[in-house]
Structures are given as structure tokens and as C-alpha cells.
Nanobody, 128 residues
Framework: QVQLQESGGGSVQSGGSLRLSCAAS????????MGWFRQAPGKEREGVAV???????SYGDSVKGRFTISRDIAKNTVSLQMNSLKPEDTAMYYC??????????????????????WGEGTQVTVSS
């Protein structure tokens, strides 16, 4: 498995911006797809944004146009630029990497069960 370390969470007011970063410990072989998921209290973990080794991206509907994911394969890092933040974006954000063999990336990119390595999470709080 890949070890993942997130950074960049914090508290901002509505309309503000934050940038999350995630560093992976292993080679690109184990990081076919990397991305960000979030989980708010009492809710299921949901896909926010993911990117694969070909730099193809997928975003959750609620963040399209506001969040941008990027990846540096050479450094095994993935970042999430979050703009126009809303109170409903408040959650614990998790970095994920890997891929469940045999799955279609296009069909399952935002599914948490597709990933086999997870970071410990970083809190994002947006106040109104």
C-alpha cells in the first residue's frame, strides 16, 4: 500500500479559498489514480475530485467549477485548489490512491471502494 500524507486544511469564511496537498510514498505504479474524498458528520464519504496517471480528471457535481485537482507524477503529489468555498464544503478531506484491479476508471473514479490507500484526513471548515 501507499502511505499518504495530507496537508493544507483549515478554517475559512464562505467564498474563501484553500489548497490541499497530498504526498504519496510509493512509485507511480501504486498511484494509478489519486484524489480527494470528504466526509461530513453523519454522512457517507463522497468523491470530490480524482485524477489518473493520464491526467484525466473527474469531479463531484457539487464542486465542479470551484475545485481543481492537479498532479505531479514525478513527485507523487496531488493537490486540490478549492475556491468559492461554501459552508456545505465543511468536512474531513481524505487523500486516496491506488486502484481496484479490473474496474473501469470512468465508471468508478469517484467511488471510495476503488481505492486501497488512504491518508488520515485533514479538516476543512467553512463558516458563513
Amino acid at each position: 500500500q501507499v502511505q499518504l500524507q495530507e496537508s493544507g486544511g483549515g478554517s475559512v469564511q464562505s467564498g474563501g479559498s484553500l489548497r490541499l496537498s497530498c504526498a504519496a510514498s510509493r512509485t507511480p505504479y501504486n498511484t494509478y489514480s489519486m484524489g480527494w474524498f470528504r466526509q461530513a458528520p453523519g454522512k457517507e464519504r463522497e468523491g470530490v475530485a480524482v485524477i489518473n496517471k493520464d491526467d484525466i480528471t473527474s469531479y463531484g457535481d457539487s464542486v465542479k467549477g470551484r475545485f481543481t485537482i492537479s498532479r505531479d507524477i514525478a513527485k507523487n503529489t496531488v493537490s486540490l485548489q478549492m475556491n468559492s468555498l461554501k459552508p456545505e464544503d465543511t468536512a474531513m478531506y481524505y487523500c486516496a490512491a491506488g486502484w481496484k484491479y479490473g474496474r473501469s476508471w470512468y465508471a468508478y473514479a469517484l467511488s471510495p471502494s476503488s481505492y486501497n490507500s488512504w491518508g488520515e484526513g485533514t479538516q476543512v471548515t467553512v463558516s458563513s
